[in-house]
């Protein structure tokens, strides 16, 4: 059995940070080299965080010692090297989006079920504290049957902050591409697979300019759609709503409610970016015992919403959680939970949101998915802590 999966990162940029961070907390897995075009980038990555090798991404695909890539490359090559991953019997862990193109995921999909290698797919909030509470809220019937979910993320744009915000705004990017999956990924979670959507979207600026430095006052080209209206139903028969733009200035909604036969949840979001981008934060819940619409007397202010205790400890940013349950899916031979299905679904449902605008037609989904389980409360913070 295995003990320790090998794994070779490949794209070393900002976020495989956090992913190196959290992966060296769990001694089921080792981030045993690292890769990117720019191999000084990749050699001051691996001497940060005493990583054995930086060398070239074909040359991690090659080494025949690596059990597993982690995908950190931009969303046009994603899967390019997922794809080479398994053809070279490597398991593979990408960010998100899963793929820019439907036909890529089901390559990717079929190729994995044919080397029986595992396929995981960013993002991995959901596994979060915050998350894995509504789950439990939900599961434990606190607000009764799920009828129906709304979400909203409303921000200007990337090119304030970000130093290289072009791939925002080409293909592949976009609100809905780069937010979305957070949002459909907690949704799928919380309510599993979706049956049909439909949506419209618009391009509300032909040019922006980057605002943040060292490229100040730079224009950039759009070329994708950055403000997007979606409509779901899920195969359970709730239905929904979600917005995602980078044309807002600023809202006072941005927040994702869930609501029940007997009462709603609601997760605010104080930071409209970072919503369900982040593993904690706090849950609300009310119901009919507790709300306005009872005929006892209302509680002025917030003490009418209760407030669920965290399901777990990950309530820090975690980002990479996902590849270590993949290991241990790999290890005990079980599904793991931020699993390529799921993420091919909610790309799918990304794709059928936009394509809607179009053709005014309902997307019918042809993928489905799994609900993942819940994260058991004692999910270790160590191989040894699970034993």
Same mark, same amino acid.
């Given at each position: 059995m295995m003990s320790t999966l090998r794994v070779g990162l490949i794209g070393c940029g900002v976020i495989s940070d956090i992913y190196i961070q959290t992966c060296q907390k769990f001694d089921v897995l080792e981030i045993v080299a690292c890769g990117s075009l720019n191999i000084e980038e990749s050699q001051a990555k691996a001497a940060k965080y005493g990583i054995s090798k930086a060398c070239s991404p074909d040359e991690i695909i090659d080494d025949p010692d690596i059990d597993c890539i982690l995908n950190l490359t931009i969303p046009a090559v994603h899967a390019e090297i997922s794809l080479k991953a398994l053809a070279a019997g490597k398991h593979v862990y990408s960010e998100k989006p899963f793929v820019t193109t439907l036909e890529d995921g089901r390559k990717i999909l079929k190729l994995a079920e044919?080397?029986?290698l595992y396929v995981g797919n960013a993002p991995d909030t959901f596994l979060g504290g915050r998350w894995q509470t509504v789950r439990r809220l939900i599961d434990e019937g606190v607000i009764g049957r799920p009828t129906g979910l709304s979400s909203f993320v409303g921000t200007h744009g990337v090119e304030r902050h970000h130093p290289n915000p072009d791939f925002y705004?080409?293909?592949g990017g976009g609100p809905l591409l780069d937010l979305g999956p957070y949002y459909l990924t907690v949704m799928v979670f919380l309510l599993g697979p979706? &049956?049909?959507?439909c949506g419209l979207s618009r391009r509300t600026f032909d040019e922006r300019m980057i605002e943040s430095q060292p490229r100040h006052g730079e224009i950039m080209n759009v070329e994708v759609d950055t403000h997007v209206q979606g409509m779901l139903e899920f195969s359970s028969g709730a239905i929904g709503s979600i917005t995602m733009s980078?044309?807002?200035?600023?809202?006072?909604?941005? &927040?994702?409610e869930i609501y029940g036969e007997k009462g709603t949840i609601c997760i605010p979001d104080p930071d409209p970016v970072h919503g369900a981008n982040l593993f904690q934060g706090p849950v609300w819940y009310r119901t009919r015992e507790t709300s306005r619409w009872t005929y006892k007397p209302r509680v002025e202010g917030l003490d009418d919403w209760q407030i669920?205790?965290?399901h777990h400890d990950?309530?820090?940013d975690s980002r990479g959680l996902g590849l270590v349950d993949l290991a241990y899916a790999v290890r005990d031979r079980r599904p793991l939970r931020a699993s390529g299905a799921m993420a091919h679904h909610v790309f799918e449902a990304m794709h059928g949101i936009l394509a809607s605008q179009n053709d005014g037609q309902y997307w019918m989904l042809q993928s489905t998915c799994d609900r993942p389980d819940i994260l058991p409360a004692n999910f270790p913070i160590s191989e040894d802590a699970g034993q």
């Amino acid at each position: 059995m295995m003990s320790t999966l090998r794994v070779g990162l490949i794209g070393c940029g900002v976020i495989s940070d956090i992913y190196i961070q959290t992966c060296q907390k769990f001694d089921v897995l080792e981030i045993v080299a690292c890769g990117s075009l720019n191999i000084e980038e990749s050699q001051a990555k691996a001497a940060k965080y005493g990583i054995s090798k930086a060398c070239s991404p074909d040359e991690i695909i090659d080494d025949p010692d690596i059990d597993c890539i982690l995908n950190l490359t931009i969303p046009a090559v994603h899967a390019e090297i997922s794809l080479k991953a398994l053809a070279a019997g490597k398991h593979v862990y990408s960010e998100k989006p899963f793929v820019t193109t439907l036909e890529d995921g089901r390559k990717i999909l079929k190729l994995a079920e044919e080397t029986g290698l595992y396929v995981g797919n960013a993002p991995d909030t959901f596994l979060g504290g915050r998350w894995q509470t509504v789950r439990r809220l939900i599961d434990e019937g606190v607000i009764g049957r799920p009828t129906g979910l709304s979400s909203f993320v409303g921000t200007h744009g990337v090119e304030r902050h970000h130093p290289n915000p072009d791939f925002y705004y080409r293909a592949g990017g976009g609100p809905l591409l780069d937010l979305g999956p957070y949002y459909l990924t907690v949704m799928v979670f919380l309510l599993g697979p979706l &049956r049909r959507v439909c949506g419209l979207s618009r391009r509300t600026f032909d040019e922006r300019m980057i605002e943040s430095q060292p490229r100040h006052g730079e224009i950039m080209n759009v070329e994708v759609d950055t403000h997007v209206q979606g409509m779901l139903e899920f195969s359970s028969g709730a239905i929904g709503s979600i917005t995602m733009s980078f044309d807002v200035w600023d809202s006072e909604t941005p &927040r994702l409610e869930i609501y029940g036969e007997k009462g709603t949840i609601c997760i605010p979001d104080p930071d409209p970016v970072h919503g369900a981008n982040l593993f904690q934060g706090p849950v609300w819940y009310r119901t009919r015992e507790t709300s306005r619409w009872t005929y006892k007397p209302r509680v002025e202010g917030l003490d009418d919403w209760q407030i669920a205790d965290n399901h777990h400890d990950h309530n820090e940013d975690s980002r990479g959680l996902g590849l270590v349950d993949l290991a241990y899916a790999v290890r005990d031979r079980r599904p793991l939970r931020a699993s390529g299905a799921m993420a091919h679904h909610v790309f799918e449902a990304m794709h059928g949101i936009l394509a809607s605008q179009n053709d005014g037609q309902y997307w019918m989904l042809q993928s489905t998915c799994d609900r993942p389980d819940i994260l058991p409360a004692n999910f270790p913070i160590s191989e040894d802590a699970g034993q």
